[in-house]
């Protein structure tokens, strides 16, 4: 009997205790004995008979398994509690779960052990509790009947099972992350807004297996094209070509988008390092094969990320030389140290270094030796251009050389009679995966009084840089691409006197000194330069130094018959232009201090770029979408009284839109040109809001009796979304001059807004009054915009936007440009034949063949009405082709003559020279669309004449 009261006691015993239990034979842990007595007499429900070591048979199990597998395992902390768990308490929880109760000294362990994982749990239930509530109060305040069946468990404070209550509390953190996904998704699925299409929510590329893929394509080589097939396999990540040769994700180094012809790419392969050019059926099958190449190396790691865009850090220095080499050390000038708004940067920093001299004293050979040794040997050299003493020689990160395509450069002399190359710019283009970038590095007339013929210098250079696309005739570099960046000795002075200029130096009060700068003043006016930024000048005139030191400028120079007076003033500028809506941030601006050895000192300027990756689908759907430019109304600083029609530009769809030309004036003494009615439209190859807001139209006005370039500009994309037309204003400039605003509305429709498209398509025939307010809106917005004493005064037109904060961070928005990152004409130094393949040297060193351009698809009629004309071509020196007179053949035309005689069609001599092409260097570009507006009639004359010029290899050009 006391035996069993023993045991009765031991059992109320709570089960935290960690005090010794009274027993019969003494105070002190449980005997084999007082263990066996309060699990009772049947000794069968051991596992086997207890041995001498003085454990019972639960004690010896736990002990042994615990000896042999988890002792090395976890800390010792741990370790004791385990032993004195299996060597004092299991045995107690043995008799507790015999008794239909649970083992309570394991559970109260598994309590105090997770005691902090509790708090965390808890803490984070909450937060998916509160976010899921958001969407529930949103849905039910809309009407949707959303509810939700999980709810937050309810705690015991006196509950004796531990255990249970926590696996309570992890049940509901997995249940609420359920429910939270579930109420979202619901609520994002009915909601409807200007920024969604609710029918093509969730259905994520991501989530979907990839298909594989199949693309019919032809092999383009030096004088033949051989069809073949290009396998893609996103599963398996390599791509197989005509079902023999298999490359690895890895061995793909890069895509290549021709931008003359919209059906071919060129594939960059690794191991061989050679590029193999294909012909897909349209543009929208080559896209599918650059997304799947992309989504390939997304998911198997061979990227360094997934996202749409991604940050570069952009050096870009200048530096007068003075006739001298490279004394001291450059790093100060790489590490944008000294006077302004500097920073603390090695040249290791910077993903792409831009370095422009003029008057460069030093063998070219030692020149670039010298840079590359400041910079160090993390770089590649992308392109050099000189043009005399000037120089320019741009690097990317070593990580970046495949990322890099469509090198170009130019140089354009602005010396004595337009020929000598002491003065004018040289330029490089490329694109750093897809975005395009240009730097021009100038050295302009000087001297004081020579302001209009600096400004005649830029407007030779953008005249005659030839940099980017063909197709885009007279259109100047500013125009073209995603960042331009200008900079060099510009020898713009400051009108100011010079003891007033030099006292304000002493004060370091350079602010002051500003307004009195001639750059400024000329881009504050809209003559030159108009839509570039520049950073807040921060330091003091970086000319006329006395060599040697920088605490003194050297203000007189003896002439042969007089005394000439330099002020000091900021010669030597870095400005930048770039798309609306695309990011730049400058982070630095300012001049060395401790390079002695010319009068000049080095300016630097970093900032930092989004740089665009090959965009890779979001949506499965194969929706439809459209965007409609209309009712466009030009404000044009020019006194022509010609008509005038438009034509738009882009990367993101097929060929070239073309306006019919403009319908009225908006007042007999106004000659301002109107387009009623929707006047572009045009079908993205990808339907998707995500990729659309970042794209851009190049518009051009020219002139219908000439075809003269009046202005161009960018309408960009990003607002142009919404459930009605909205407006837009551009401004329109010319190489560097501001030129007028082009007004109007756009809108980018998907398949939901078929009604709506309709009505616009139809208005001007229908009910033009339906649009009245609209078109009362456009006319309103360039009135404004626009008056005859604005048209007297361009500064007043578009007045200056104040100069950027004095921390140097400026980011353009002002600037309207455009994403087609294309230029005026070939490029002079292109190692290919349209002037967009060049590489690297180490990239590529094949040759790269010529490709019949396919016929863009003819653009849908409005109203019935024919589809626009094209444009007539011109000639290489940017002037219309002249009409060939009786016996009159030049060289250029003997070329033509020859090719259209080996087609077997020399008679057609006379049509193609009048129609604009006259030069062979034109026939690449030509597809069936062409042929039939030149009157070539015959489907088997235009077969013979596009097979002709296909196999024109780069040696006949």
């Known amino acids: 009997q006391q035996q069993q009261q023993q045991q009765g006691a031991a059992v109320r015993e709570p089960a935290s205790s960690l005090y010794p239990i009274t027993t019969p034979m003494g105070t002190g842990p449980l005997s084999v004995l007082d263990r066996r007595s309060m699990v009772g007499e049947d000794s069968d429900d051991d596992d086997a008979a207890d ?4 454990l019972c048979s639960v004690a010896l199990k736990l002990d042994a398994s615990l000896t042999d597998n988890m002792a090395s395992r976890f800390p010792d902390d741990l370790d004791s509690r385990l032993q004195r768990y299996a060597r004092e308490q299991a045995c107690i929880d043995a008799n507790y779960v015999k008794g239909g109760k649970g083992p309570q000294h394991l559970q109260t362990l598994m309590a105090d052990m997770s005691r902090d994982l509790m708090k965390q749990v808890n803490a984070f239930s909450m937060q998916m509790e509160r976010i899921r509530d958001l969407f529930l109060m949103a849905g039910k305040q809309a009407g949707y009947g959303m509810k939700s069946d999980v709810v937050r468990p309810s705690v015991d404070p006196l509950s004796q099972n531990p255990a249970q209550d926590m696996v309570a509390h992890l049940g509901f953190a997995r249940d609420i992350v359920g429910d939270l996904q579930q109420q979202s998704q619901e609520f994002l699925q009915r909601i409807v807004c200007d920024h969604t299409n609710p029918e093509l929510m969730f259905q994520a590329l991501a989530d979907a297996q990839p298909r594989d893929k199949v693309f019919y394509v032809k092999r383009v080589e030096a004088l033949r094209s051989n069809s073949t097939t290009l396998e893609v396999n996103v599963t398996s990540g390599h791509i197989r070509l005509d079902g023999d040769r298999t490359y690895d994700h890895a061995e793909i180094a890069q895509l290549i988008k021709s931008r003359s012809n919209k059906q071919r790419l060129g594939i960059v392969f690794v191991s061989p390092k050679r590029r193999k050019d294909f012909s897909f059926r349209d543009v929208q099958e080559r896209e599918d094969f650059c997304q799947l190449i992309q989504l390939m190396k997304n998911r198997h790691g061979a990227e360094e990320t997934d996202a749409d865009s991604v940050r570069a850090s952009v050096f870009v220095g200048t530096f007068n030389m003075g006739d001298v080499g490279f004394k001291e050390s450059l790093q100060s000038w ?3 140290q000294g006077e302004g708004n500097t920073r603390d940067a090695s040249p290791g920093d910077h993903q792409i270094i831009a370095i422009g001299t003029q008057e460069s004293g030093m063998a070219e050979k030692d020149w670039l030796a010298r840079i590359k040794q400041e910079i160090g040997g993390d770089y590649h050299q992308v392109a050099f251009a000189k043009l005399l003493a000037i120089r320019l020689v741009v690097f990317v990160h070593s990580s970046l050389q495949h990322h890099v395509s469509h090198v170009q450069s130019s140089v354009v002399a602005t010396g004595i009679a337009n020929k000598l190359g002491n003065k004018g710019g040289v330029g490089v283009s490329f694109f750093l995966r897809q975005t395009s970038l240009c730097f021009v590095n100038c050295h302009l007339a000087a001297s004081l009084e020579k302001l209009q013929r600096r400004n005649a210098n830029i407007v030779d250079i953008l005249s005659k840089l030839q940099l980017g696309q063909k197709r885009l005739v007279g259109i100047d570099v500013t125009n073209q691409f995603h960042h331009i960046f200008w900079f060099g000795d510009m020898n713009y002075r400051l009108e100011y006197p010079v003891s007033m200029v030099v006292d304000t130096i002493k004060k370091k009060d350079y602010k002051s000194l500003l307004p ?61 232009r770039s798309f609306p809506n695309t990011y730049i941030k400058q982070t630095s601006y300012g001049c060395t201090q401790d390079v002695l050895s010319s009068d000049h000192s080095p300016v630097f300027a970093t900032f930092e770029v989004g740089v665009q990756n090959q965009y890779v689908r979001k949506l499965q759907i194969d929706a439809k979408c459209e965007l409609n430019i209309m009712n466009v109304c030009a404000k044009l600083l020019s006194s022509s009284t010609t008509d005038y029609y438009l034509e738009f530009y882009g990367t993101f769809f097929e060929g070239t839109l073309k306006t019919p030309r403009n319908q009225k004036v908006e007042s007999a003494h106004s000659k301002h040109p109107l387009w009623e009615g929707t006047v572009a439209q045009a079908y993205p190859i990808i339907p998707e809001r995500a990729f659309l807001e970042r794209q851009h139209i190049i518009v051009a006005v020219k002139s219908e009796d000439s075809d003269e370039l009046c202005g161009e500009g960018c309408i960009s994309l990003m607002y142009l979304f919404g459930s009605e037309p909205m407006p837009f204003t551009c401004d329109l400039s010319h190489r560097g001059n501001f030129c007028g605003v082009l007004t109007g509305f756009g809108l980018v429709m998907d398949s939901l807004g078929e009604g709506m498209a309709k009505n616009l398509l139809t208005a001007d025939e229908e009910d033009a009054a339906s649009l009245a307010p609209s078109m009362t809106s456009a006319h309103s917005i360039a009135t404004d915009t626009l008056s005859s004493e604005h048209e007297r005064h361009p500064s007043a037109l578009r007045p200056r936007l104040p100069l950027p904060s004095e921390d140097g961070l400026a980011r353009s928005s002002r600037v309207l440009l455009t994403r087609s990152a294309s230029a005026a004409v070939a490029a002079q130094h292109s190692a290919e034949d349209d002037g967009e393949y060049a590489q690297p040297d180490d990239v590529y060193d094949g040759s790269t063949p010529t490709q019949t351009k396919a016929a863009a698809p003819p653009l849908p009629p409005r109203g019935g009405a024919a589809p626009p004309q094209l444009p007539p071509r011109h000639s290489s020196t940017g002037a219309p082709a002249l009409p060939l007179r009786p016996g009159q053949v030049n060289t250029k035309q003997q070329r033509v003559q020859d090719v259209l005689h080996q087609a077997g069609y020399p008679e057609l001599l006379e049509t193609f020279i009048n129609g604009g092409y006259d030069d062979v260097e034109f026939f690449c570009d030509i597809g069936e669309r062409d042929l039939v507006d030149l009157g070539v009639n015959s489907h088997v004359a235009r077969a013979a004449l596009l097979a002709a010029f296909g196999n024109l290899g780069q040696s006949s050009l």
Request: net charge positive; hydrophobic share 20%.
């Open 51 to 54: 041995d001498d070591s003085g």
């Open 334 to 336: 790489f590490s944008c």
């Open 516 to 576: 009195t700068d001639q750059l400024i003043k000329q881009r504050d006016a809209g003559t030159v330069l108009y839509g570039f930024e520049e950073g807040h000048i921060s330091f003091a005139p970086t000319y006329r130094y006395k060599r040697g030191t920088r605490d003194e400028y050297t203000l007189y120079k003896q002439k042969s018959t007089y005394i000439k007076t330099n002020c000091p003033s900021y010669c030597d500028r870095v400005l930048w």
